[in-house]
């Protein structure tokens, strides 16, 4: 067992709210920087930024964990993660039947480039990816789970787009094991007595390592990146279903 420093919630430009700069290897050079062991990447219904992120953690040595963060039908944010790359380029593939084309507005919003290695921009995503998909809560839960993902719901002490905000409570369905927070203080009110997530939602590089969160995961400490993958998903996993 051995505590590894986290982060579960990160933005790549491909978020138009996004930085410029928040590029897969800048991602990945920061996270080295601050001592972040475990990144996940995480943009707005869209993965399609990871397979750069993990190259580019590779350089670092950064365990990179591949997903998004969902906007639910009912404006809610989710974070859906996957153990495997290639589980989150086929949940990508899953969603887009549910995304509203609406054209981003990169004068007003910020560019979606999406990256190859070394940061190579190669395409954009055309629609706004931030707008709500017409999964509901619960689809959106059952789609990421039965595609071998972790869903629960982000930011939850956050008024825009958290859980509690919009619908007051945990719903009965879909359960929620885990849930995230962004300040640590509220976790325990908060919560409901769940596994809570600390992770940063960050946009900008200057967010990263402000505050440094820990899970214990049953690794070593020298462990190499997929193995500290998989003993990450083994302990999601078992909190997901302790409710
Ligand atoms: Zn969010
Ligand atoms: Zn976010």
Known sequence: MALFTYDLHVHSCLSPCGDDDMTPCNIAGMAYLAGIRIVALTDHNSCKNCGAFFKACAEYGVAPIAGCELTTAEEIHMVCLFEAL???????????????????????????PIMAEEDQIVGEDPYFLPAATTLTIEQAA??????GGIAYPAHIDREANGLL?????????????????????SARELSGGRTT???????????????????ELDCGEDAAADEITRALFQKLRSAEAET
Request: net charge neutral.
């Open 165 to 185: 905000a919009i619908l007051g409570a945990f719903p009965e369905r879909p359960v929620f094991g885990l849930c995230e927070v962004r300040d640590k203080a």
């Open 197 to 215: 997530l600390v992770s940063s939602d960050a946009h900008r590089l200057t967010d990263f390592g402000v505050t440094f969160n820990h899970i």
């Open 86 to 112: 290639k589980q989150a380029e086929e949940f990508d593939r899953a969603i887009q039947p549910y995304r509203m084309k609406l054209p981003n507005r990169a004068d007003i919003f910020g560019t979606q």
């Open 142 to 147: 059952e789609l990421t789970r039965g595609m």
